[in-house]
């Protein structure tokens, strides 16, 4: 079965802790995306790669990092830096440049702070 | 002013009826848009992209007006899984690659 997946479904966060989410897609996109999404709100960008070894900060990128060794795999970590990381965490891939082209995303992962 | 904007709703719409909500976007050269459903607690779903013409998918419609910079989906004869929230979803970025900018989304309740 292709796709995008996203583990853990639920993740918990103690206080000065860094978390990582996973995200890993099988479908040779060559972009792939962070957001978060808060209650009444749009998605926001947090990072973002548009091909291995190369990533960018979005618009809220403080508080996270990321890497992209492969182009299946694109972990985020949230770090004690961000100080308000209760949010849904989506991952999303695009296959290639193209402005017709759009997104999709991965089955998500909660983040709640204990 | 925010990028994209939508009638939050919710639309209480009755099983079989016919309901329209659009999305304005502030930024003219805009390239491309796209309507997402997503339902509670899952990821958006693509549901189609909207062209300048206009485009139908079934009982769904999506509409450009670039001159008063918004785009409208119509639902005809809703049934009871068209309740979702809709995200209207706009490429702002210059370039190849773009940037999607995201509506907080329009939630559609279809009641029996």
């Known amino acids: 079965d292709g796709g995008i997946t996203q583990s853990p479904k639920y993740l918990f966060r103690k206080e000065g802790q860094n978390v990582t989410l996973s995200c890993e897609q099988n479908l040779n996109h060559d972009a792939m995306y962070w957001y978060r999404q808060d209650p009444g709100q749009g998605l926001r960008l947090i990072y973002y790669?548009?091909?291995?070894?190369?990533?960018q900060k979005g618009d809220i990128a403080e508080g996270y990092s990321v890497s992209r060794e492969k182009k299946e795999s694109f972990p985020l970590t949230v770090t004690s830096a961000q100080k308000n990381p209760t949010a849904f965490y989506l991952c999303?891939?695009?296959?290639?440049?193209?402005?017709?082209?759009?997104?999709?995303f991965g089955p998500g992962t909660r983040l709640l702070v204990l | 002013r925010k990028e994209v904007e939508q009638d939050p709703g919710p639309f209480n719409v009755p099983e079989g009826a016919t309901v329209a909500f659009n999305c304005t976007y502030s930024?003219?050269?805009?390239?491309?848009f796209f309507w997402y459903r997503q339902d509670c607690r899952k990821e958006p779903k693509l549901l189609m992209s909207v062209y300048s013409s206009g485009n139908e998918d079934g009982r769904f419609t999506a509409q450009l007006n670039r001159a008063s910079q918004y785009i409208s989906l119509l639902i005809r004869d809703s049934k009871l899984s068209d309740s979702a929230t809709y995200l209207c979803v706009v490429n702002i970025g210059s370039g190849s690659w773009g940037k999607l900018q995201f509506g907080a989304g329009t939630q559609v309740v279809v009641t029996p």
């Open positions: 999303a891939t695009k296959p290639s440049q193209g402005a017709q082209e759009t997104q999709y």
């Open positions: 930024n003219s050269a805009s390239q491309s």
């Open positions: 790669s548009q091909i291995v070894n190369d990533f």
